[in-house]
């Protein structure tokens, strides 16, 4: 079965900190994509950062990155610089024919 | 460019009432997709279209819940009856081709059944 799980119900971190969202990921397939999307409250889900399996180097966007394992199924999200907009439920996905999410960190930053 | 939409944003109905939800993709978005989101968990896929073609609606309760795109660009999703179990957030979400491609969602209709 293809499984995310996302071990952090909640995390909470200081404005301008820098806070690491954990995210573990089960596949037999060899070729997927990985995602972070930020769900706001009472607002719609945005994509944060897309990475491909096949690529080595970590993304980056902005102040976002992970650091992916894939012999580890292992794709973390870091956020440097915390703002209060930061302030979110963030989900891990992947795919290969479907779009699989884990259950969600909320993550709460504070002034 | 506009973002997904979707109406209502909020539906309340009570338990064997029938409802519909409507979704407008990314103008040029082939592949659409229907997600439920109960409350603490993430969003789980119910059907995906490419174009007004049904490809996985192997999670869609056939019993209760139909879905149409009819002219491969809205679509809307019924339930009738409803259940209490229902409850849940609707989300549209929609992407330019199908397969690892990037889905982008709607803002979602929140549902509650009573």
């Known amino acids: 079965a293809q499984t995310v799980t996302q071990s952090q119900p909640e995390m909470s971190v200081q404005e301008a900190e820098t806070v690491t969202l954990s995210c573990t990921y089960d596949t037999s397939e060899n070729n997927y994509y990985l995602f972070w999307y930020k769900q706001p409250p009472s607002r719609q889900m945005i994509l944060v950062i897309r990475?491909?399996?096949?690529?080595?180097q970590n993304a980056t966007e902005n102040r976002f990155s992970v650091n992916f394992q894939k012999a580890a199924k292992s794709f973390s999200l870091k956020i440097s610089d915390s703002q209060l907009g930061d302030t979110a439920m963030y989900f891990c996905?992947?795919?290969?024919?479907?779009?699989?999410f884990g259950t969600g960190t909320r993550l709460q930053v504070f002034p | 460019e506009a973002g997904v939409a979707q109406s209502p944003r909020y539906k309340i109905i009570e338990k064997r009432q029938s409802v519909a939800f409507w979704c407008n993709p990314i103008s040029g978005h082939a592949t659409l997709y229907w997600y439920q989101q109960i409350l603490g968990q993430g969003p789980k896929l119910l059907i995906q279209?490419?174009?007004?073609?049904?490809?996985?609606d192997s999670q869609l309760p056939k019993d209760r819940f139909s879905a149409e795109r009819l002219k491969g660009v809205d679509s809307t999703l019924k339930i009738q009856p409803a259940k209490l179990e229902d409850s849940a957030v609707y989300l549209c979400?929609?992407?330019?081709?199908?397969?690892?491609?990037?889905?982008?969602f709607g803002p979602g209709t929140r549902l509650l059944v009573l």
């Open positions: 279209f490419q174009n007004n073609g049904v490809v996985d």
């Open positions: 996905a992947f795919i290969t024919d479907k779009l699989i």
């Open positions: 990475q491909e399996a096949y690529k080595q």
């Open positions: 979400a929609s992407s330019h081709d199908p397969g690892m491609e990037t889905q982008y």
